[in-house]
Nanobody, 118 residues
């Protein structure tokens, strides 16, 4: 059974930090690219960061560059998103996603809420 379980969300003041984790099971984690997405109320889900299967390359949406860092530990089947200098606009439900091109597979987690407010 495939599972992606996010954790680490919560309420934080502007300028604060959170480390999100996504624990994977039920598939060969090391063969999948991993991504973090987020969805704010009334907005479409957007891609935040992506890391390749081996962890050798990462990409970020412009609004989080320099503040967020995606990483992975293939031995622990876990992907992380370190979020620093958080802003109210970062408030959203954060989802992790696993995807592979051949054969084509996509898996989603259930999400973790991040709220940035004073």
């Amino acid at each position: 059974q495939v599972k992606l379980v996010e954790s680490g969300g919560g309420l934080v003041q502007p300028g604060g930090s959170l480390r999100l984790s996504c624990a994977a099971s039920g598939f060969t984690f090391s063969t999948y690219a991993m991504s973090w997405y987020r969805q704010a109320p009334g907005k479409e889900r957007e891609l935040v960061a992506t890391i390749t299967s081996a962890g050798t390359s990462t990409n970020y949406v412009d609004s989080v560059k320099g503040r967020f860092t995606i990483s992975r530990d293939n031995a622990k089947n876990t992907v992380y998103l370190q979020t620093n200098n958080l802003k109210p606009d970062d408030t959203a439900v954060y989802y992790c996603r696993a995807d592979r091109r051949s054969p084509y597979r996509i898996y989603w987690g259930q999400g973790t809420q991040v709220t940035v407010s004073s």
